[in-house]
Structure formats: structure tokens, C-alpha cells
């Protein structure tokens, strides 16, 4: 069997796997399964690097959102159980990567590529949008659903007063910590994996470790961007009546921050992409 023929059959034997053990645990719901089936197929069908990327932010993301159940329950309006995702959230999530995953392919067919201005800047700063991608969701993702776990006082990001937990763009130490430690995760994934799939030039090997905390880096970017669009762009208020902190406008909600022109999943979008385009510019530059 021809090794292109041996990486479709692991892409889609494991993102079987991934999907259907996703949609039991309620992680994914049916649409959101099949949309994670055919992007991370994908992905691992393409490069097992770009598979292993977007499994570990699937995987810690899921996991972390179940941390804290009844706390996260008394505090988010919109608490789902599980965290369950539908087709857009997933889509949201990783379908610019999976658009630059396949430009690559276009350009390089099945070879894995080490990230070198030298030898393609147009595959280095395509490469550098995926990690950009997957270290802002994964950062957003952690500082969220660990953030509100803390027992500090939350701040609006732009002004620094304290805020209800569950207000966009409110941080805490820990949120900040927690994007910055999971856009490391990421790097050191695509790192790890690199060093068996990726055929590098000479002398550029070692230097793929400067992956490792331009992620990091990355993480805590998107994550601060994401909480300056929240705070700017997506409104907030308290309903007296849930006694919770709500995403829309209504006449038992006061306000606490924020324009009523972007939802969450605009926000994560926006901030995605020029987290990726700020990764990408740093890739050429640094590689």
C-alpha cells in the first residue's frame, strides 16, 4: 500500500474514532461530529503534524470544559452540558486552518515541510497561520474555561475595573497564564511531531524549537485580543432576573460593557485571524 494511501486510511480511522467517541461523551453534538470528522481528516490526511495539532486543542479543550461543571453552571448563561458544539463552533474553531492545510498541500503534495524562509516563505507563513490559529483558540480557550475558575476578582481588559465573572473581556492572572501555557502545548506538539515527519534543510532542525514560545506568545496574543473585542465589540450585561451575566440586551438587563455588534463566535473568528496573520509575519521574519 502506497504511503499517501496508509495516511488517508489513519486520517479517517482516527477522526472516526475522535468524532463518534465525541458525540457519546456530548463534547459534539451530531452536526459538530461530522464537521470535526471531515476537518480533522483533514488535517491528519494531509500532515500527521497538522492532525496532532488540532487533536490536542480538541482534546484538552473538551476536557477542560467539563472541569467545574456546577461552578461554571451557576455562573454562564448560555452552560451547556459537556460543553457540546454544533458544526459552526467547529467550523469557527479550526476552518481557516483547515483552508490553509490545504493551500500547503497544493504546494508541497504529502511533503512535510520544516518552517524555512530559505528554502518557501509562502509555506512558512502558511505553516505559521495554522500554529497561530490553533494556539489562539487553544489559549482562548484555556483562559476561559480556567479563568473563571479562579477566585480572584475578574477585570474588564480596558479599563481594569472589577466584573462579574462570565463577562467578555474580563481577565484574571490565571486566564492570562493558563493562554499562554496552552499556546506552549501546541508549539510543543507541532515540534514533537516535526522531528519525525518534517524534512528540514540543513541547519534549520534546531530552530523549530523557537516554535515552542513563538506559540506561546501566540496564545496569550489571541487571548488579549479576544477579551479587547469582547470587551469592545460584544455587549455584556447582569439579567436580575437569572441573576446571571447575559450576552444580549433586554429590559431586566443592565449593562456592563461592550457594543452589540459581534457574538462569541464572531469574536473567536476575528481574533483567530489576525492571530494567525501576526504569527505568520513573525514566522518569516524568525525562520
Known amino acids: 500500500m502506497e504511503p499517501n494511501l496508509i495516511q488517508l ?21 451530531l ?46 448563561a448560555d452552560f451547556k452540558e459537556g460543553g ?8 469557527f474553531n479550526s476552518g481557516i486552518a483547515t483552508v490553509l492545510a490545504v493551500l500547503i498541500w497544493k504546494i508541497t503534495g504529502w511533503q512535510d515541510k520544516c518552517l524555512d524562509s530559505k528554502d518557501s516563505g509562502i509555506v512558512t507563513a502558511l505553516i505559521g497561520g495554522i500554529l497561530g490559529h490553533y494556539s489562539c483558540c487553544n489559549g482562548d480557550t484555556w483562559s476561559s474555561e480556567l479563568g473563571i475558575l479562579s477566585d480572584a476578582t475578574p477585570r474588564l481588559i480596558t479599563t481594569f475595573k472589577p466584573v462579574r465573572k462570565g463577562t467578555n473581556g474580563a481577565v484574571t492572572k490565571a486566564g492570562l497564564l493558563a493562554a499562554t501555557a496552552a499556546g506552549a502545548v501546541i508549539g510543543l506538539t507541532f515540534v514533537l511531531l516535526g522531528f519525525f515527519t518534517a524534512k528540514c534543510a540543513d541547519g534549520t532542525a534546531l530552530k523549530q524549537l523557537l516554535v515552542i514560545p513563538l506559540a506561546a506568545v501566540a496564545g496569550l496574543c489571541g487571548s488579549v485580543i479576544d477579551s479587547l473585542l469582547g470587551a469592545t465589540l460584544q455587549f455584556s450585561g447582569f439579567c436580575t432576573v437569572r441573576n446571571k451575566v447575559v450576552g444580549k440586551p433586554g429590559p431586566t438587563v443592565k449593562k456592563i460593557s461592550g457594543l452589540n455588534i459581534l457574538d ?24
Open 84 to 91: 457540546q458544539r454544533n458544526w459552526i463552533q467547529v467550523l
Open 9 to 29: 486510511s489513519v486520517a479517517v480511522i482516527i477522526s472516526s474514532i475522535i468524532a463518534i467517541g465525541a458525540y457519546r461523551r456530548k463534547s459534539l453534538n
Open 31 to 76: 452536526s459538530g461530529a461530522l464537521a470535526g470528522f471531515i476537518v480533522m481528516s483533514t488535517h491528519f490526511a494531509i500532515s500527521y503534524r497538522y492532525g496532532a495539532v488540532l487533536l490536542v486543542f480538541f482534546a484538552t479543550s473538551s476536557k477542560l470544559t467539563k472541569v467545574g461543571a456546577e461552578k461554571k453552571r451557576v455562573v454562564e
Open 264 to 287: 462569541n463566535n464572531a469574536v473567536n473568528l476575528v481574533s483567530v485571524l489576525l492571530t494567525s496573520m501576526l504569527t505568520s509575519i513573525a514566522c518569516i521574519y524568525i525562520f
